[in-house]
Nanobody, 123 residues
Framework: QVQLVESGGGLVQPGGSLRLSCTSSEVTLDYYAIGWFRQAPGKEREGVSCISGNNEKIYYRDSVKGRFTISRDNAKNTIYLQMNNLKPEDTAVYYC????????????????WGTGTPVTVSS
């Protein structure tokens, strides 16, 4: 089974930025819907941002709109999540998944999760 690989997490102060990467050595991601999800301690996994295979549908959860940007680099077979103006409530393990459904107000049904990359926002 395909497993995606996340990277780019770390410790950052409030207001700082990080760029997360999601890639695969097993499959070309160009035409797949890809989603970034996160899971904070004691909470359920939640969708953060998702992009459709043709890039026509993009979802952001309300709390990250204007701060996070999802993008693709097909030449590098990588999907990025640029995170700016990070807040302590963004602290979580971030995962990327593929396939699934993207709607204007949600994305779900993703799979092929990686092991995640931790993001800690703290002063």
């Amino acid at each position: 089974q395909v497993q995606l690989v996340e990277s780019g997490g770390g410790l950052v102060q409030p207001g700082g930025s990080l760029r997360l990467s999601c890639t695969s050595s097993e499959v070309t991601l160009d035409y797949y819907a890809i989603g970034w999800f996160r899971q904070a301690p004691g909470k359920e996994r939640e969708g953060v941002s998702c992009i459709s295979g043709n890039n026509e549908k993009i979802y952001y959860r309300d709390s990250v709109k204007g701060r996070f940007t999802i993008s693709r680099d097909n030449a590098k077979n990588t999907i990025y999540l640029q995170m700016n103006n990070l807040k302590p409530e963004d602290t979580a393990v971030y995962y990327c998944g593929m396939h699934g459904v993207i709607q204007s107000d949600s994305c779900y049904g993703m799979g092929s999760w990686g092991t995640g990359t931790p993001v800690t926002v703290s002063s």
